[in-house]
């Protein structure tokens, strides 16, 4: 199976800061990642799939770049909406398998 | 408007069997794939399994940990996709979410989440 880890595990910001979350993969998924936003209590949201796509709807903040095996999800200035864990998801191969998570958190 | 809503959870006893529900609207439910992920509390997602449309036979893929105990199914005709768990362990207790694939390319995005039906299995 491919494992998915990322960095940082959790994560405190301030409104308006530039964060970064990476997602590394245990072997080549090409461009086949997907990022998905979670509050507490709710369903994951599809943020951006084949690394950098950006889902209708989702706000432009949100950039996503990468292929292989490291991958990065942006978001260039954090609102208060946007505290909640996120996860990368390959779904390049069977299993479908998804990273731990990243949890970002109010400074 | 897409709507996905599943239904079918509670508390089960290890060994037990539930069923979950997903019933759906707002699209062509026949046109998509559709998987089941799932959330024990307080952890990360799980990918449980898949199922094809009808243009791919309706065949099926299931996470190692679930296969040969859960199966899903689908009723197109109901806009309704299933998923069948048998033996249950203490391990399935979960958050159960119905998915909705978006085909881009060759691969499949998850795009439309139901809000999850709580399993509990325990004695």
């Known amino acids: 199976d491919i494992q998915l880890t990322q960095s940082p595990s959790f994560l405190s910001a301030s409104v308006g800061d530039r964060v970064t979350i990476t997602c590394r993969a245990s072997?080549?998924?090409?461009?086949?990642l997907v990022w998905y936003q979670q509050r507490p209590g709710k369903a994951p949201k599809l943020l951006i799939y084949?690394?950098?796509t950006l889902q209708s709807g989702v706000p432009s903040r949100f950039s996503g770049s990468g292929s292989g095996t490291e991958f990065t999800l942006t978001i260039s200035s954090l609102q208060p909406e946007d505290f909640a864990t996120y996860y990368c998801?390959?779904?390049?191969?069977?299993?479908?398998?998804f990273g731990p998570g990243t949890k970002v958190d109010i400074k | 408007e897409v709507q996905v809503v599943e239904s079918g959870g509670g508390l089960v006893q290890p060994g037990g069997s539930l069923r979950l529900s997903c019933a759906t609207s707002?699209?062509?439910?026949?046109?998509?794939?559709m998987d089941w992920v799932r959330q024990a509390p307080g952890k990360g997602l799980e990918w449980v399994g898949r199922t094809r449309n009808k243009a791919n036979s309706y065949t099926t893929e299931y996470a190692a940990s679930v296969k040969g105990r859960f199966a899903i199914s689908r009723d197109d005709s109901k806009n309704s996709l299933y998923l069948q768990m048998n033996s249950l362990k203490t391990e399935d207790t979960a958050v159960y979410y119905c998915a909705r694939g978006l085909t881009v390319g060759p691969r499949v995005y998850h795009d439309y989440w139901g809000q999850g039906t709580l399993v509990t299995v325990s004695s």
């Open positions: 072997q080549d998924i090409s461009g086949y």
């Open positions: 707002g699209f062509i439910f026949s046109d998509h794939y």
């Open positions: 998801q390959q779904v390049n191969i069977y299993p479908l398998t």
């Open positions: 084949a690394a950098s």
